[in-house]
């Protein structure tokens, strides 16, 4: 079974200085990979997503994420924070097309913004 | 078309009720998924249907937790005799098929007094 570890709890950086969460899962074979962002008092939103290809994904909000067989890893960056980037951010990996698989959501990394 | 839509938004219950929570998902949608999450916690599977297969209800904490689904359309979640660690706001998600990107509902505030 697919499992996905956020090792970072809370991550505080200041407005305008560069940002990476870090993602790590475990499958066996390569798993679609999410992150999502959940602002305070909102829904979860889907910032980007990784099914095959180029291993640098683009997503909204001037968000990034590179998936990395070698390490297991789907880092999320973003060269220059907002303050209204401050939320909550969870990687999650899913098994395609399979009717056995679920998706899994890691524990997630609380963002603040320092001013 | 519309969102994945949940209802109520909002619900306070005395402990021991029972409580029915409704998620209708984006049409088309096969698979559907229930999550729980708990003040400033991250996100609790607890039930995930695809299609027409049996449903896996690995994530259910107990037996007082019961979901169902009509075909690839609505789904309502039950918890009998609620307690007050029931409370949470409660997600629902659909997607295209398993294992594809999720959207969420609003989800439901469930508070037990």
């Known amino acids: 079974a697919q499992s996905v570890t956020q090792p970072d709890i809370h991550i505080t950086v200041s407005e305008g200085a560069s940002l990476e969460l870090r993602c790590n899962y475990s499958?066996?074979?390569?798993?679609?990979l999410f992150w999502y962002v959940q602002s305070p008092g909102q829904g979860l939103q889907l910032l980007l997503k990784?099914?095959?290809?180029?291993?640098l994904v683009q997503g909204i909000k001037g968000f990034e994420a590179e998936f990395k067989r070698s390490q297991s890893s789907f880092n999320l960056r973003k060269p220059s924070v907002h303050w209204s980037d401050a939320a909550e951010y969870f990687c999650?990996?899913?098994?395609?097309?399979?009717?056995?698989?679920?998706?899994?959501f890691g524990s997630g990394t609380r963002l603040s913004i320092r001013p | 078309g519309a969102g994945v839509s949940q209802s109520p938004s909002n619900k306070v219950t005395e402990k021991g009720k029972d409580v029915e929570l409704r998620c209708d998902p984006i049409?088309?949608?096969?698979?559907l998924y229930w999550y729980r999450q708990r003040l400033g916690q991250g996100l609790e599977f607890l039930i995930y249907?695809?299609?027409?297969?049996?449903?896996?209800k690995s994530g259910l904490p107990s037996d007082r937790f019961s979901a169902e689904r009509t075909g690839e359309s609505v789904s309502t979640l039950t918890i009998q005799r609620t307690q007050q660690e029931d409370s949470a706001v409660y997600l629902c998600?659909?997607?295209?098929?398993?294992?594809?990107?999720?959207?969420f509902g609003p989800g439901t505030r469930l508070t037990v007094t």
């Open positions: 998600a659909s997607s295209w098929t398993s294992g594809s990107e999720q959207y």
């Open positions: 499958y066996g074979a390569t798993p679609y």
């Open positions: 990784y099914f095959s290809g180029d291993t």
């Open positions: 999650a990996v899913g098994v395609p097309y399979s009717s056995a698989s679920k998706i899994i």
């Open positions: 049409s088309g949608h096969t698979a």
């Open positions: 249907f695809q299609g027409n297969s049996a449903p896996d």
